[in-house]
């Protein structure tokens, strides 16, 4: 019996394998001028890496974080980038704790800007390929998201291994493209569907752009 009910799910051997079939399903923009993969951090890194090689495309950080209960830190209320805050509507939390985390973390999120990210400007009529290990309700995601439709895009395409059906159907009513290697009724923790599942440090983000010989845009 799997988790996800009546519907069979696959496991990857890891992230990177999964990037590697997803790239299949967009070879379309293969080498595109027009086309750059942003991955959210740091889930999104490693699958990120190998449609960016396999494509030869630029990579970039889109630098997110999870927004956590004050009381509760696995329970999450939201999330933030450096321009969008998306919350849970359904959490009441008081407005200044929730205030002082998100200054908290667009500290950190500036930092790894800095590091890998991309200036707003060279994102102008760009084709995004938003890349992460998972599509569900209200993942940081839905931020990003958020984000980059202020920006002058020519288009967004959400690459994902697995997917949650009603996630996918959201986004492409709102204009938003949607790759994904499985769409499932449900998820289960995101770890199940890969054997080997572990969060890049810097260090190895930094190891990951120099192997790939990918220059993050200027």
């Not at 890194?45 to 956590?68: G, M, Q």
Request: net charge neutral.
């Amino acid at each position: 019996m799997n988790p996800h009910g009546s519907i069979r799910s696959t496991t990857y051997h890891d992230r990177q394998e999964a990037g590697l079939l997803l790239a299949e399903r967009l070879y379309d923009l293969r080498a595109r001028p027009d086309a750059l993969i942003l991955a959210v951090p740091r889930s999104g890194v490693l699958v990120a890496a190998s449609i960016a090689w396999k494509l030869r495309l630029p990579l970039a950080l889109f630098p997110c974080r999870k927004l956590v209960h004050p009381a509760n830190p696995h329970q999450t209320i939201g999330s933030v980038c450096h321009d969008e805050v998306v919350l849970h509507p359904e959490r009441e939390i008081p407005t200044d704790m929730v205030s002082h985390q998100v200054h908290r973390l667009r500290r950190e999120l500036r930092s790894e800007q800095e590091t890998f990210g991309i200036p707003d400007q060279v994102l102008e009529n760009k084709t995004v390929i938003l890349v992460d290990d998972r599509l569900k309700q209200a993942d940081t995601l839905s931020a990003c998201i958020r984000s980059l439709k202020k920006k002058s895009l020519a288009r967004i395409v959400v690459a994902v291994p697995i997917a949650t059906l009603s996630q996918v159907r959201k986004l492409e009513r709102d204009g938003v493209d949607v790759i994904a290697l499985q769409e499932l009724p449900v998820l289960a923790e995101t770890a199940s569907y890969f054997d080997d599942f572990h969060p890049p440090t810097d260090s190895e983000i930094r190891q990951i752009w120099k192997q790939l010989g990918i220059k993050i845009p200027t």
